[in-house]
Every structure is written in C-alpha cells, then in structure tokens.
C-alpha cells in the first residue's frame, strides 16, 4: 500500500519557512504548527482541506458554513474571557494545493503550550500506579485532592463556556489543554507526579454550536463522562468533583445537572427496524 | 457442511446453498436464487402483501436452490433463517418455513442476525480482513467496526435509513420498483446536472435523513415534478428525444436534477461518517454491504475517500449487495461450526434485533 501523502497546503502556506509541521490529522482537519506575522511566534493552523468526493457546491458549502460556525465561536468566546486560543486568521475560500484551485478552508489560532488534559492524567495515572507501594495515606490523599482539583477547574471552564452560550459538541480530555503558568518551571519527568498547576484552555471547536439549552449542555456533559471512563478509569470516580465545579460556575448549571440525569438514562440502545 | 439460508426479512426473498469444504479450501456458493415482491409504481411494499408473496414462493425456491446446487437433502447439516431484524409478517413467514423443513427433514436450525448476514457475506466475498463496515439498506443504516467478539455499531441514522429515503422518494415521483426503486434513482440521476441545495444533517457519526426526504418533496411539490402524470411526460421526453438537454442548466431542476442532489447529498453524509469512524478505529479498509450499497455513485465516492487516506474500498455486486439467502447461510455455517443452534422452542423471529447483541464467536 502506497504511504499516504497529505494534500498540498493551501497558499501563502505553501511557501513559508520553515514549512508548517504536521501535529494531527483528524477525519476532518489536519492540525499544523507554523509561526505568525515573525518567525519566533507560533501559532496553530487548522486546515479543513476539500473533500474531492463532494460534489464541489456542497464541498464549498459545507467546508465555509463549519470553518466560519468555528471561528464565531472562537471570537464570540475570546470576547467573553472564556480561555479558549485567540483567532487569528481565517481563509474559507482557500487557494492553492495541486491545481492552483479550491484548496479548502483554514484557520489560525493562538499557540497554546502545555499539555492536553489526557496526557496529564495518564502520567498522572501511571505515576500513582508506579508509586503505590511507597506512598503512604496522607500523600495518596494529597494526590487525589490535586486531581481534584483539576477536575474542579475543569469543570468550572466548562461552566463558563456554557454560560458564554456555546457548546462545544465534542469534550474530551483531548480537548482540554493545560496552559502552566508563566513562571512555573514546567518540566515533566518521571520522577515527579505531574504538575496540575495552570489554566484549563478549551481547544478544537470544529463541532461547537451556540447554544443556551438545556439538553445540548447536558449532552455536552454527558459525552465528556463518558470519554473519562473510557480513557482514564483511575479518575471516574472522581467525575462528580468535575461536577461540583461546573455547578458553581454560573447560574444556570443545576438545571443544566438536572437534564444530565436524564441523558444518562437514555443512553445508546435504541433498537433499530429493517 | 453444506448450509441452507432463508431470507425474507424484507421484499426479497432468498434462498441460498453454501459449502465449506471439510479440507479448509475456501468455501462455495452451490446455489443463490431470489425472487423479489414488486410493488406498482407511488407504492412500497406492505407487509401482509410481502408475506403472502414469501409464503407462495419459499416451496419452489427451496426445491429450485437444491436442485441447482446438486446436492440431496442428506447432504445438507443446517438450515439457517433470518432471525431479524425486519418486518414481521415477512420474517415470520420464512421462519415458519425454516421449521418445517427442519421438522421435516431431521435438520437442525441456526437464527441469524440480518446484518451480521450482511457483514460475513461482505467480508468472504472481498477478502476484506477487518474492515470499518458501512451498512446501508431500505431498513438499516449502520457504521460498524469489529472489536472483542462484537459488532459494534459506530454511528447510525437517527431517524430512517438512507435506502427508505431514497424509496420514498421513488413513490413521490412515480419511478418504478421494478428491480428497484433505488436503482432506478440512480439511473435518473446520471442524468441531472443541477445541484439543489437540501439540508445536510450529520452529528458526530451519527445523521439523520427525515428532514432531507421532507425538503425534497417539498421542493418536487413546488416544481410539480411529483405524481404520475408527470412520470409519464419524462418517460414520453426520453423517448422521443434529448435535444434540449442543456438548456436545463440554471433553469428550474428536473426530475433528474433532484435525483442527483438527494443522491450526492445523503451519500456525502454517509461517506463523512464513515470516514470518521475510520480515524477513530486507524482502519483502511471499508466495506460497503446492503442493498444501497449496489449504488456505484457511492461505491465511486467511498472509493475516492479511502484513497485519499491511503486506503481502499470492498463492494460487492447486487447478487451479494442486496438481501440474498447465501449471507445468511454463510452467518449460519460460522456460528454452527462454533456449536450455535437455535433450539426449535426459539426459533423465533423478532423485529428489533442489534447488531452489536450478536456474540461472534468465530472471530478472534
């Protein structure tokens, strides 16, 4: 099988040194760092590129109507104070790739350094699992209560995302990243259990919507439990200290928790005819 | 073992013979024969009409299937039936049939589950090893990966599937179910050129098709495009003549035009879904089963979209694509090689059955 080559950039992205490096390629977008305006800034460049099995029109359609939804979010959320990356710049009539044409859409954003929340756990995870036979109640406890708290500041950001009316359509711990504070010394080494210090920053707003209901805040919530249990079975039980900080971030969150109990219900078994 | 396969959960009824040879060599189709319920044009199928249409035909087509896979009823181990999921009269029907050949003839019996039909049919056809399975029929609309023993639904439509959007909206315009209303959708789709703006309704891997099939009629309604007369008038222009065939761009679309933009639409959603289901897995492979997937337009799109992430699409013709009985003597002869029976006392049929409630034992 023949290695997979990702499309060509669009321009000016094509002839920019150094060039963009991939970090992650999604079913939807790929995800580069590059630099903006000079050399020694980074910033994160999300290209949503064309689909050619699209018929153009709806390629088009779809590509601007998710990339711009994206970038309101993202504008409407920086002016609320909610920290999520800053936008930068946008192209949804992107030009470039092989034949000089329609090259889909992109958009840049504010560097974010720091660790995605998932990494911090597993470390954290791993580090508990490592350390077991050494630690005594006192400092299992104090480890727990930093997670604990992290998860509280998860949950708070979560809060203030909803109370700005914008849902984000897909919590994860991927999605979550830690920004240290400027003067910590943010080394990671296995040696010491990760730090939890720093602000909780949103990232990835691809399948935000703006919303004040109830039932998509719930849902919102619903799908971040539920990614916790899967990716990080060690922290579940801690899921409800994530909510005690949701429910002290705006006003509207108990009502919010009280369609959570609902959606847990229903879950995923419906039963299908045909 | 040789396995018979009993199908009737929908329009088709299908009898299928399947051989796998003692020795391991790869296993034979003896005998695939169909007979499909036609309903008149504007109309779909009933199921009282469906199951008076499998009971008069399920005798012949056993006797013809045995007969063309040269083999005797001693020769046969199992007979396998279509446990569900499906229309109730129909599935009931066959299952009836299926016990009294196995009272009948001493055999034992092994329920299938419909999809899983589909899926095992796919895979031993293609060659596909573990691919993410697109599922599209006039019932089901399913994403599915393997994992650990199951299939494990991904994404599904949230309301009705791609294949009864498409067959209603056959009946809004009077196209003909004769061989299927899909495929005569498709044809008249090669001819459209406009694309009409519908609504595109995808949520994570999940989508939804009710809304698109209310917009379209609507807009066939206010283009009077739907009804018989209408029908008749296309069918009169075709034969005639195709002399004014481009002034139909920027001009109110045809009949053809929506064919076109419900085809490229809804298969648009359904290549998104799956393409996210394959990041999500860090699968190459998909595989397309089940009576839509005869479609070329999505065999083509699936095909551009696993190329580009450096992989390749399985598809199999409408012998194996649309409802068959060898999928299911095929699902059979796995799971009885396994030890599965089904026990005459429970040898039901049931309209709601999960792909994912089947244990797959034979996979590891």
């Known amino acids: 099988m023949e290695e997979y080559k990702p499309p060509a950039l669009p321009s000016p992205f094509n002839n920019t040194t150094p060039p963009p490096t991939l970090l992650i390629q999604g079913a939807e977008a790929h995800l580069y760092k590059t630099t903006s305006l000079n050399p020694s800034i980074p910033a994160a460049l999300k290209i949503r590129p064309s689909k050619p099995y699209r018929h153009p029109i709806l390629d088009r359609r779809l590509t601007r109507q998710r990339i711009t939804s994206e970038a309101r979010c993202l504008a409407k959320l920086v002016r609320e104070g909610v920290s999520v990356p800053a936008l930068l710049a946008l192209d949804w009539e992107g030009h470039g790739g092989e034949e000089g044409g329609w090259g889909g859409a992109w958009l840049m954003m504010e560097w974010i350094d720091g660790p995605v929340i998932r990494v911090v756990l597993e470390q954290w995870e791993a580090w508990m699992k490592q350390n077991a036979g050494s630690l005594d109640q006192s400092q299992v406890e104090n480890e727990e209560a930093r997670v604990r708290g992290l998860l509280r500041k998860m949950g708070a950001a979560i809060g203030v995302l909803h109370k700005a009316g914008v849902v984000h359509g897909d919590l994860t711990t991927s999605n979550l990243m830690l920004r240290p504070f400027a003067n910590a010394s943010g080394t990671v080494d296995g040696t010491r259990s990760p730090s939890m210090e720093g602000d909780v920053v949103l990232i990835d707003f691809g399948l935000a919507s703006q919303s004040n ?16 249990g899967s990716t990080h079975p060690r922290s579940e039980p801690m899921f409800e200290e994530m909510i005690m900080g949701y429910r002290d971030s705006y006003k509207g969150a108990p009502s919010a928790l009280k369609r959570l109990e609902d959606v847990r219900l229903r879950g995923r078994k419906r039963s299908m005819l045909g | 073992m040789i396995a018979i396969g009993m199908e009737g959960s929908a329009n088709k009824l299908g009898i299928g013979i399947m051989l796998h040879p003692k020795d391991g060599s790869p296993p034979q189709v003896l005998a695939n024969i169909r007979h499909t319920y036609v309903s008149p044009p504007g109309e779909g199928f009933l199921p009282k009409d469906t199951a008076r249409h499998h009971r008069q035909w399920v005798v012949k087509l056993v006797k013809q299937a045995l007969q063309e896979a040269k083999v005797s009823v001693d020769d046969v181990d199992c007979i396998c039936f279509t446990k569900g999921p499906g229309m109730g009269a ?137 009804g018989e007369e209408k029908a008749q008038e296309d069918e009169q222009k075709t034969i005639e003549s195709t002399i004014a065939t ?57 095909g551009i979209m696993a190329r580009d992430r450096g992989g390749s699409v399985y598809a199999t013709d409408e012998r194996f694509c649309i409802d068959n009985g060898i999928m299911i003597a095929q699902a059979g002869i796995l799971a009885y090689g396994t030890g599965f029976r089904t026990p005459l006392k429970e040898s039901t049929c049931t309209q709601r059955f999960r792909t994912d409630e089947v244990f797959v034992k034979w996979r590891d």
């Open chain 1, 213 to 228: 209901q109830d039932e998509d805040r719930a849902v919102d919530l619903y799908v971040l439990e539920r990614a916790i």
């Open chain 2, 90 to 226: 129909p599935l009931q029907s066959v299952v009836v049939a299926a016990r009294m050949l196995s009272l009948l003839w001493g055999k034992e019996l092994v329920g299938v589950n419909h999809c899983v039909g589909h899926i095992e049919m796919g895979r031993l056809i293609t060659g596909a090893t573990n691919p993410v399975v697109l599922y599209v029929s006039g019932g089901n609309t399913q994403v599915i990966a393997y994992s650990s023993q199951r299939y494990r639904i991904f994404g599904e439509t949230l309301d009705m599937a791609v294949g009864n959007c498409l067959d209603r909206f056959a009946r809004t315009l009077h196209i003909s179910n004769d061989p299927a209303p899909g495929y005569n959708i498709e044809q008249l789709a090669k001819q459209g050129k406009q694309l009409v703006d519908l609504p595109y309704v995808v949520k994570g891997m999940d989508c939804s098709f009710s809304g698109i099939l209310a917009a379209i009629d609507g807009l066939a309604k206010q283009w009077g495009l739907g």
């Open chain 2, 246 to 302: 481009d002034e139909s761009l920027e001009s109110t679309p045809t009949r053809a035009d929506l064919c076109f933009s419900l085809q490229e639409t809804v298969f648009s959603m359904l290549v998104e879904i799956t393409e996210r289901a394959m990041a999500h897995v860090g699968s190459k492979q998909v595989l397309i089963v089940g009576g839509v997937g005869s479609n070329e337009r999505l065999q083509e799109m699936m």
